[in-house]
């Protein structure tokens, strides 16, 4: 046996039970069998035990429906769980893979290699937020090209678009700040943090309720694009946001996609690059903004 092919089977008994929000035994039993897990009843109980009491996560039984349900307030983030999870098992099967040939890497394309640059950091980016000290390192501002010195209070480490961060508190600020890991260097840890990550709690929650990594200092809103339906096929597969809900639109053709949002640079981006498959209705101001950045870019290109 592969030992990535529990981890693998008990993600997909979680992805499963999550992309359905409830699911029988026998319809979990049956997406194991056509996703080559031969798994008996008895085994499917052991994995639906060990996800609660080894993974933390919360899976109970609705006497009612007869189904399996993931109790999210008493389980930890599923999402960021199952990303976790595809890491370990991506990483177990090159390993496999290099054992047994070293021409796996022959059959592998990776889009940017730049990527993997300062994951020599995270370890102790790690410790000090277990041991609950302070990080002190040179960052590179690739906007201002300076290198600056930095002792923080390092509070989470974050993923996006497959570049890692570190988000944590400056000393002399009271507000929270990101840090690209491959733009760190000299890192070290320092003295005792003096205050708790609990502190900062109702800043870290803004991560929710937006895209990327930057805040506006703008309020939530309901954000709603009419977009193509064949691209609304890369949407469903990969989506902006947690918050994403599809709607029909009055047009054939086009569908509605809606997200409950802090606009920010980082959602500007992602509708622009999504270019003449989508178009900003509501808010108002906010398609009116994205409009303005349309007849900035189109006029650059005016000989």
């Known amino acids: 046996m592969s030992k990535y092919e529990i981890p693998r089977r008990l993600s997909s008994i979680i992805q499963y039970i999550k992309d359905k929000e409830a699911a029988s035994k026998e319809q979990i039993l049956t997406f194991l069998e056509s996703n080559d897990f031969k798994t008996s009843e008895r085994t499917l109980s052991r994995d639906l035990s060990k996800i609660r009491t080894d993974l933390g996560l919360e899976i109970h039984h609705v006497k009612q429906s007869d189904t399996y349900q993931i109790d999210n307030d008493k389980s930890i983030k599923v999402d960021s769980f199952l990303k976790f999870i595809e890491f370990i098992t991506l990483a ?49 501002n690739y906007y201002k090209n300076t290198h600056t010195d930095y002792i923080i209070t390092p509070l989470i480490i974050k993923e996006y678009l497959n570049r890692w961060y570190v988000v944590g508190v400056p000393d002399g600020l009271s507000e929270i700040r990101s840090f690209g890991i491959d733009r760190l260097k000299e890192t070290q840890l320092d003295g005792l943090a003096h205050f708790h990550r609990k502190q900062y709690q109702d800043q870290l929650d803004q991560f929710n309720h937006i895209i990327g990594l930057n805040f506006s200092g703008k309020q939530k809103e309901l954000i709603v694009l009419k977009v193509n339906n064949n691209h609304l096929k ?23 996609v809606m997200y409950h949002v802090i606009p920010n640079y980082e959602l500007d981006i992602q509708i622009l ?3 003449l498959e989508v178009e900003v209705l509501k808010p108002i101001w906010y398609r009116e903004h994205i409009k303005s950045q349309i007849e900035t870019i189109f006029k650059k290109y005016q000989d």
Do not use: C, W
């Open 273 to 275: 690059k999504m270019s």
């Open 92 to 140: 177990d099967i090159f390993a496999d893979g290099l054992k047994e040939s070293r021409d796996i890497l022959d059959y592998v394309s990776f889009n940017d290699m730049n990527r993997l640059k300062g994951l020599e950091n995270l370890e102790i980016i790690l410790r000090a937020i277990k041991e609950e000290r302070k990080l002190s390192f040179t960052h590179y």
């Open 234 to 256: 890369y949407l469903k597969s990969l989506p902006l946001h947690p918050s994403q809900k599809l709607t029909p639109s009055k047009e054939e053709g086009f569908s509605n």
